[in-house]
């Protein structure tokens, strides 16, 4: 994973906890449900408060079961240094809350999970403008930023219609323009794709996805790669400014962010999280596998009349896929021939479930137009590339040639 570290990914995951002392020697790092932290000298609480010296203060700002998964993430992604939130949407909304001012400007890229769009146009309330491009075009991304660009936000396969942004491309503007790189990693997860490696100072994931990976826990992840420069950035208040320029960030996200606004993970979600992500490198191999086969079934099949998989030889961006990412991913979507209604698609399946999750272990199917980005409306799904009868797949690990039969068999009706 690094040079100090000669394990892989999954052997990393396995025996993190484990090498450091762990109570009883216990493999996982045990369940601390407990919300304040004792000190026998009432001068090291000082100490702890004070930032002299390292230990907890109280659950909302940290716990040590959800810190020993914060260390998993940040050697999942190569960082110096991981924050959890209650959710995926409580790390992305941190990046207000702690680091942008009204008068700000932020450039998004356009094809984005629906809450993210939906908080953008929250924010953009708060006096924070943003600016959506198509981020598959860096020159798209150059051409919005301007002095007041703080941050540029992708996803790296957007969800639903799997468009790849111009990742590296992107990271090499906002390294030349000293800007801020957020890449929200959830689809692609760290077994897929380090955006470390284009530049992205700062890593969002939702661990309530694929890294949970059971569909049991909310969760999420902001993760540091150790490559912004926080002495530049300059949103820094004073307070944070007397810590090394490295940790100026993060230490103003755990205060402002997650110490003030409270999306603060909990022990238990937290452990179960960890226990999912021992076996993501195994379940991600085996679900890129089943989507790119359903993939390729789908669009060979004249009853669909189109298949948006970033594994597909058809796929826009496939050149860049196959350039960054281990693989296409688990997510897919597709439209049927006008003749087949796709309600009665989906009804017609056995084994894909309609739900609104991604990641799961199992397979999960939803009309996207209608529900997930229904609240939206036509004219913003329109330029997403929604169509309004799309189909989501988040394809889980069921075994190949049964996914298969199942969505070959709904076809036939
Ligand atoms: C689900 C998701 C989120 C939000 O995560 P939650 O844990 O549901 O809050 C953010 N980004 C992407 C790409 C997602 O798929």
């Known amino acids: 994973m690094s040079e100090t570290n000669p394990y892989g990914f999954t052997t990393t995951i396995l ?88 008068g700000d400007h932020v450039v998004s890229s356009s094809f984005l999970f629906g809450n993210t769009n939906s908080l953008w146009q929250t924010v953009a309330g708060q ?46 503007l906002c390294r030349e323009r000293g800007i801020l ?111 790119l086969a359903l993939a390729r079934m789908l669009e060979a099949d004249p009853r669909v009349a189109a298949v948006h998989y970033p594994g597909l030889a058809s796929h826009p961006q496939h050149a860049l896929v196959g350039s960054l990412f281990r693989s296409g991913g688990s997510l897919l979507s597709f439209e049927l021939v006008d003749e087949i209604d796709p309600f009665d698609y989906l009804n017609r399946l056995k084994l894909g479930i309609p739900a609104s999750n991604l990641g799961d272990t199992r397979t999960l199917v939803i009309p996207v137009a209608h529900t997930i980005f229904f609240e939206m409306g036509a004219e913003r799904r329109a330029s997403m590339g929604i169509a309004e009868s799309l189909i989501r797949v988040s394809v889980g690990i069921e075994d190949t040639e049964d996914l298969l039969a199942d969505f070959r068999q709904a076809l036939a009706s």
């Not at 009883?24 to 919300?35: A, E, F």
């Not at 957020?182 to 890593?203: C, E, I, K, Q």
């Open 15 to 102: 025996h993190n906890d484990r090498r450091k002392p762990v109570e009883q020697g216990s493999l996982h790092k045990p369940v601390h449900t407990s919300v304040a932290f004792g000190y026998g000298d009432a001068r090291q609480l000082a100490a702890v408060f004070q930032g002299r010296e390292p230990g907890f203060r109280y659950g909302r700002q940290g716990n040590p079961t959800v810190a020993a998964l914060e260390d998993k993430i940040s050697k999942m992604e190569d960082g110096v240094g991981t924050l959890c939130f209650a959710t995926g949407m409580g790390a992305i909304g941190a990046l207000f809350q702690a680091l942008l001012k009204s």
């Open 181 to 291: 790189y957020v890449v929200d990693n959830t689809m692609t997860t760290p077994w897929l794709f380090r955006p470390r490696a284009v530049g992205a100072g700062l890593v969002v994931n939702s661990l309530t996805k694929s890294i949970g990976g059971h569909g049991i826990a909310l969760g999420g992840a902001l993760t540091d790669t150790g490559l912004f420069d926080w002495s530049a950035y300059p949103n820094i208040a004073a307070n944070f400014r007397k810590q090394a320029p490295a940790n100026q960030g993060l230490a103003q996200l755990r205060a402002k962010a997650l110490r003030d606004f409270g999306a603060a993970l909990g022990p238990e979600a937290a452990h179960h999280i960890a226990v999912g992500a021992e076996t993501l490198a195994l379940r991600m191999e085996r679900t890129c596998a089943n989507a």
């Open 127 to 172: 006096g924070v403008a943003v600016d959506f491009v198509d981020a598959t075009d860096a020159a798209k991304v150059e051409a919005a930023l301007r002095p007041d660009t703080r941050i540029v936000f992708v996803e790296t396969i957007a969800n639903p219609r799997t468009q790849v942004a111009d990742l590296a491309r992107i990271g090499q």
